[in-house]
């Protein structure tokens, strides 16, 4: 299962920054709006020491993670949603993405002018916020227009998808977003085909200077009030210092220099881990001599849906699943031994994959 961030913000926020830290691609960064042509496309493997810890006791050939596809977005401004600017180019980039990054700026830098003449997150996160809604409204009237042709040629349900397309309608030019349109869920199939920009789960990516990087600063604390209703998350990173570690070849140097920084972790594995709960999304893992590798799936798919994410055939030819614990895999540190203990169970195609599940699936086509 694919799965696809779209990174966005204002231009000289620092998105092409973070994307370097996440992305195995590198990106030209700039200190001047539109310095930028194009949007960076890259991958990011998901950070999981569960595979690896698997992988130690399999010592497979071959270590496969997970992985999640990034898109970066040239710097939006004031106007894009109306062709302003480069930004209204690649918006469209960003229409099959299934949640947004939105980096805000939350650091002072004098070489590094604003485009507003200032920092203001809370003004910059409505700016995008409004440029999305823009592009938005404007799908949602194309929609409005198919739909009323169909209603007067009698076509079923044009009617009420009317309704439904008229409340988004009014949302928008409320300056809402789709997200929280007050729409029923299963009225949300009407928009399902004209991908709304602002109807995907976004998280705010609050880029901060090194000082920073722990603890925030007041324009992080500015923006969580400003967000603290939504359904979202809010996190700091410290793009710049983080792009310079992630330079680093040996992982004993990163690590020393994330604790100098009172840093346990990268702050990008926090934020693709975010990606992963607003998403709905979890890993199970196949094991083998030929490698140990993790795949994506949403919470509550089946065994057999999942064999699907691994290929077609085994989906179609599913007969049923072997499934392992992963708490139980390292307990006992083998597949025979935890056959031998009762901890394989034999699963049909219903079963509900749970999270760090490890799979063996037999099929037959």
């Given at each position: 299962m694919g799965l696809q961030c779209g990174i966005i913000g204002l231009a000289n926020s620092g998105k092409t920054t973070l994307f370097n830290c996440l992305s195995n691609t590198r990106a030209e960064t700039g200190k001047f709006a539109f310095s930028s042509g194009k949007s960076n496309l890259g991958i990011i493997n998901i950070p999981d020491n569960r595979l690896y810890r698997i992988a130690d006791l399999v010592k497979p050939q071959k270590i496969v993670p997970a992985t999640v596809e990034i898109v970066d977005i040239p710097g939006l401004t004031k106007g894009s949603g109306k062709g302003e600017g480069i930004g209204n180019r690649f918006l469209s980039d960003i229409r099959n993405t299934d949640a947004?990054?939105?980096v805000i700026r939350c650091f002072d830098d004098d070489n590094l002018p604003h485009i507003e003449g200032s920092v203001d997150p809370v003004r910059d996160k409505e700016?995008?916020?409004?440029e999305l809604?823009?592009?938005?409204?404007?799908?949602?009237m194309k929609k409005i227009?198919?739909?009323e042709k169909a209603a007067k040629v009698g076509e079923k349900d044009a009617?009420?998808?009317l309704e439904v397309l008229n409340i988004y309608r009014q949302h928008l030019e409320?300056?809402?977003s789709a997200r929280n349109a007050p729409v029923e869920e299963r009225d949300r199939i009407y928009i399902e085909d004209i991908f709304l920009l602002t109807g995907k789960p976004v998280m705010y990516v609050c880029n901060v200077d090194e000082a920073s990087a722990v603890k925030g600063n007041s324009y992080v604390d500015a923006l969580r009030e400003a967000v603290k209703d939504e359904d979202t998350e809010v996190l700091v990173i410290a793009a710049a210092m983080e792009a310079e570690i992630a330079e680093?070849?040996?992982e004993a140097d990163r690590l020393?220099?994330?604790?100098?920084a009172g840093l346990s972790e990268p702050g990008v594995n926090k934020l693709v881990t975010s990606a992963y709960s607003i998403l709905n999304l979890q890993s199970f893992f196949t094991e083998g001599p030929k490698e140990v590798r993790a795949w994506t799936i949403k919470k509550g798919m089946t065994a057999q849906q999942a064999a699907g994410v691994i290929h077609s055939d085994l989906e179609r030819g599913f007969i049923r699943a072997e499934v392992i614990k992963y708490d139980d895999f390292i307990a006992l540190e083998s597949e025979h031994a935890c056959k031998e203990a009762g901890k394989l169970h034999v699963e049909g195609k219903n079963y509900v994959v749970g999270d760090g599940d490890l799979l063996h699936i037999r099929f037959n086509v």
């Open positions: 947004l990054i939105h700016t995008v916020e409004f809604q823009v592009k938005d409204l404007e799908s949602v227009q198919k739909l009617k009420h998808g409320s300056f809402g680093l070849e040996d020393a220099f994330l604790e100098e």
